[in-house]
């Protein structure tokens, strides 16, 4: 497989790993709703910048939100990714629950695969009970 398709099967693979997480967050708490953040790409004026976006958002009781998302910048300087989970109040005040990302800029499809792998099972070992409650 190419570069291409390598990278296309890691971001679907991440979309539905986002998925199945939020669905399984919101039926281990009282989540009242779950709303997808993507996927969605968005483009530069630079012709070499790109960035992918995906998540989704968890309406919990007390007027808080859990949002869980993916991001992923392509540019010739560098491919680079983060992945977070954070709770936002009615008054737009986050806590951040999770921010990790590459130690390094990813140089290959391959590499940035596993790194998206990294950061989403970090994702599905957070523990979120005290948030879902």
């Keep these: 497989m190419n570069d291409v398709g390598h990278t296309a099967v890691a971001l679907r693979d991440a979309h539905f790993r986002l998925k199945r997480l939020a669905r399984t967050w919101a039926e281990a708490g009282t ?20 960035c992918y976006l995906d998540g989704q958002t968890l309406e919990l009781a007390g007027g808080l939100t859990l949002i869980a998302q993916l991001a992923v910048s392509f540019a010739t300087t560098g491919t680079d990714m983060l992945a977070s989970v954070t709770v936002e109040d009615d008054e ?3 806590t951040e629950l999770l921010s990790t990302g590459p130690e390094e800029f990813p140089t290959t499809a391959a590499k940035l695969a596993t790194e998206i792998d990294r950061c989403l099972t970090r994702m599905e070992r957070l523990d979120l009970s005290p948030a879902l409650r």
């Design 92 to 94: 737009g005040n986050v």
């Design 31 to 50: 989540a009242r709703g779950r709303e997808p953040l993507g996927p969605a790409w968005q483009y530069s004026d630079l012709p070499d910048e790109a």
